[in-house]
């Protein structure tokens, strides 16, 4: 528990300094930046290469760009499992 206290408050300072004395917008392109980071980091192991593409990318995306890439991904894996039963007896 402690440590994860300890980790806590490391994460903590880490933000106050990222958003340090900054415009609104910067701000929020930066908290837009820091959510992706979290989300690439939770992602499950069927979307690694997902976040692969997305981490070598040349462009840092969007939070719009990433749902919406995700949505897709999740979307095309239904509508193939879907496909593939509709082959079964």
């Given at each position: 528990?402690?440590?994860?206290?300890?980790?806590?408050?490391?994460?903590?300072?880490?933000?106050?300094?990222f958003?340090?004395?900054?415009?609104?917008?910067?701000?929020?392109?930066?908290?837009?930046?820091?959510?992706?980071?979290?989300?690439?980091?939770?992602?499950?192991?069927?979307?690694?290469?997902?976040?692969?593409?997305?981490?070598?990318?040349?462009?840092?995306?969007?939070?719009?760009?990433?749902?919406?890439?995700?949505?897709?991904?999740?979307?095309?894996?239904?509508?193939?499992?879907?496909?593939?039963?509709?082959?079964?007896?």
């Amino acid at each position: 528990m402690m440590s994860f206290i300890v980790e806590t408050q490391f994460a903590t300072k880490e933000l106050k300094i990222f958003l340090e004395i900054d415009s609104l917008d910067n701000i929020k392109e930066k908290l837009d930046k820091f959510y992706i980071i979290m989300i690439l980091n939770a992602l499950k192991p069927d979307f690694d290469h997902v976040r692969h593409q997305i981490l070598i990318g040349l462009k840092v995306l969007f939070m719009e760009n990433l749902t919406t890439r995700l949505l897709r991904v999740q979307f095309l894996r239904v509508e193939i499992f879907r496909k593939l039963l509709s082959l079964l007896p």
